[in-house]
């Protein structure tokens, strides 16, 4: 299991795990460093003083390295950058926009910078300012979503970037992460799974509503947005889907409408477990999701399968 992304890191196994907002924390993070990926601090909107706190619970958790993600949208997006340089963090990867104007902080504190993107243009983008590695998602993740598959994407950045390519987008068991590295990654972001693990504190309905989705459970509300994501049908997925359907054909969308039904609603899920209301961010993947486990007994049961296919 030796790729550039475990020389580079110093972990064991080359499995991010991914930087769901609201759920992603010092208990999840610390949970996957140790069993030997690399555990992802979830940074989402939140100000400074509440991501440091979990960066301090994650350094009395684990020795290992662990990484925090940086959404760019964020308002506080100065602020946790820098946060995660005076904490010492080595492992950044970013989300919604461009970290070009942090490189020269990033490089004079030892960050690895990991950018998620969801083309080839954003990718060679990300390696031309100095990024460390990219993590190529496809639409087949959770949460905020690209245009192309996992399989469509990965091996065209692999071939349009030298710096390794870790796979992302419907990942959940070796023969996922097998997939992953015949396209040419050298590691794996997985996230749905890891909803699941026992380490995970987001709301027992939460992980329910993942343990009970099929394959056909998730939809992608707002297009009209531009800033489309998938989530599991319920009725606030519902609402925002009819609500899409009818200010589409209008010539002045009302865009508050959209505003109003999304404000609150992943916090509404993951913190209050409210599944019907509130948004269940999942990946295609969830059917294959039927049982808790540990983030030990979910790393090693993926790389021992992956393992195993690739011998």
């Known amino acids: ?9 110093g972990i064991q196994y080359p499995v991010f795990q991914g930087a769901m907002a609201w759920i992603a924390d010092a208990s999840l993070a610390s949970a996957v460093s140790n069993a030997g990926g690399l555990g992802i601090i979830a ?53 919604a926009g461009n970290p070009s104007k942090f490189m020269d902080k990033f490089k004079e504190h030892g960050i690895c ?25 496809g639409m087949e993740s959770g949460g905020h979503i690209g245009k ?17 390519v870790l ?19 050298e590691g794996v972001q997985i996230g749905t799974r890891f909803l699941v693990a026992e380490e995970c504190t987001v709301h027992e309905n939460y992980k329910a509503k993942i343990l009970k989705a099929n394959d056909i459970a998730t939809v992608i509300t ?8 998938r989530v599991i049908k319920n009725k606030l997925a519902n609402a925002f889907l009819k609500a899409e359907k009818e200010e589409m054909g209008k010539d002045e969308p009302d865009m508050a409408r959209f505003d109003q039904l999304g404000t609150g609603a992943l916090q509404k899920s993951v913190k209050l477990g409210d599944v019907d209301n509130g948004s269940v961010m999942s990946g295609q993947i969830a059917g294959m999701v039927n049982k808790e486990q540990t983030c030990k007994e979910i790393i090693e049961e993926i790389v021992g399968q992956f393992e195993e296919l690739v011998k």
Do not use: W, Y
């Not at 299991?1 to 890191?9: A, F, H, Q, S």
């Not at 192309?148 to 390794?164: E, F, G, H, N, Y």
């Not at 707002?222 to 994501?229: A, E, S």
């Open 1 to 9: 299991m030796k790729t550039r992304i475990c020389e580079m890191l």
């Open 222 to 229: 707002g297009n009209i947005t531009g800033h489309p994501v």
């Open 43 to 95: 940074a989402g909107n939140a100000p400074a003083d509440i991501v440091r706190e979990e960066i301090r619970k994650c350094k009395e958790l684990t020795d290992k390295p662990f990484g925090v993600n940086i959404m760019l949208l964020s308002p506080f997006v100065d602020d946790i950058v820098d946060l995660v340089c005076e904490e010492g963090v080595k492992v950044v990867t970013t989300g």
């Open 167 to 185: 796979a992302a987008g419907g990942i959940a068991d070796g023969r996922g992460m097998a997939a992953g590295f015949m396209l040419g990654a």
């Open 113 to 137: 910078l990991i950018p998620v993107v969801p083309s080839v243009a954003q990718a060679k983008k990300m390696e031309k300012i100095g990024a460390s590695a990219v993590i190529a998602e």
């Open 148 to 164: 192309l598959t996992t399989m469509a994407l990965v091996p065209q950045v692999v071939d349009a970037v030298s710096i390794p």
